[in-house]
T-cell receptor
Framework: GAVVSQHPSRVICKSGTSVKIECRSL??????MFWYRQFPKQSLMLMAT?????????EQGVEKDKFLINHASLTLSTLTVTSAHPEDSSFYIC????????????FGNGTRLTVT | DQQVKQNSPSLSVQEGRISILNCDYT??????FLWYKKYPAEGPTFLIS?????DKNEDGRFTVFLNKSAKHLSLHIVPSQPGDSAVYFC???????????FGAGTILRVKS
């Protein structure tokens, strides 16, 4: 089945630094990937849609200058949390789907970001 | 405004019995529904889906029922196994589209 790989699984960084998270589709091409965020005991919230070869589409309330998304190829999207602050500490999950209508989203294993 | 609601934060079931997880939605434009299972510190794993043109979809021990008039869907797991213990998320989309709206999840504990 389709596999989405996310790296790193866990990262701790200091306030003010930037962190890059990678999301790869391993056995399929994905023109679109999605970045979610999950706070403890809450649902997954879509942050942005990453589009290969064009700008990402951000959900309302998500700062595009803070969460930089680059979709460099059909199998790789990156999320960079810039100038991280403790309130950015969260579980970030990427997902992708094969380019077919009604095909399910496949999720990576997530990245636990802790900003100290 | 929560468009997808899972009103039971947790459910405890004896091994071998049926687990029933419920989900309600408010947006009548949703036409594709999915259930995901999630273990701690892992991403969600797709379980089963259903299109709004159907009212039931079955895959092994998992069956999803959709009641469009009530805007309600449920996931049945039978027989329940200890390995089924996880958080279950209900999700919905419009026109089978990319944007999934998730419920808050239900923690299922299957006791042996």
């Amino acid at each position: 089945g389709a596999v989405v790989s996310q790296h790193p699984s866990r990262v701790i960084c200091k306030s003010g630094t930037s962190v890059k998270i990678e999301c790869r589709s391993l056995d399929f091409q994905a023109t679109t990937m999605f970045w979610y965020r999950q706070f403890p005991k809450q649902s997954l919230m879509l942050m942005a849609t990453s589009n290969e070869g064009s700008k990402a589409t951000y959900e309302q309330g998500v700062e595009k200058d803070k969460f930089l998304i680059n979709h460099a190829s059909l199998t790789l999207s990156t999320l960079t949390v810039t100038s991280a602050h403790p309130e950015d500490s969260s579980f970030y999950i990427c997902s992708a789907r094969e380019d077919a209508r009604n095909s399910p989203l496949h999720f990576g294993n997530g990245t636990r970001l802790t900003v100290t | 405004d929560q468009q997808v609601k899972q009103n039971s934060p947790s459910l405890s079931v004896q091994e071998g019995r049926i687990s029933i997880l419920n989900c309600d939605y408010t947006n009548s434009m949703f036409d594709y529904f999915l259930w995901y299972k999630k273990y701690p510190a892992e991403g969600p794993t797709f379980l089963i889906s259903i299109s709004s043109i159907k009212d039931k979809n079955e895959d092994g021990r998992f069956t999803v029922f959709l009641n469009k008039s009530a805007k309600h869907l449920s996931l049945h797991i039978v027989p329940s196994q200890p390995g089924d213990s996880a958080v279950y998320f209900c999700a919905a989309s419009v026109n089978g589209g990319n944007k999934l709206v998730f419920g808050a999840g239900t923690i299922l504990r299957v006791k042996s």
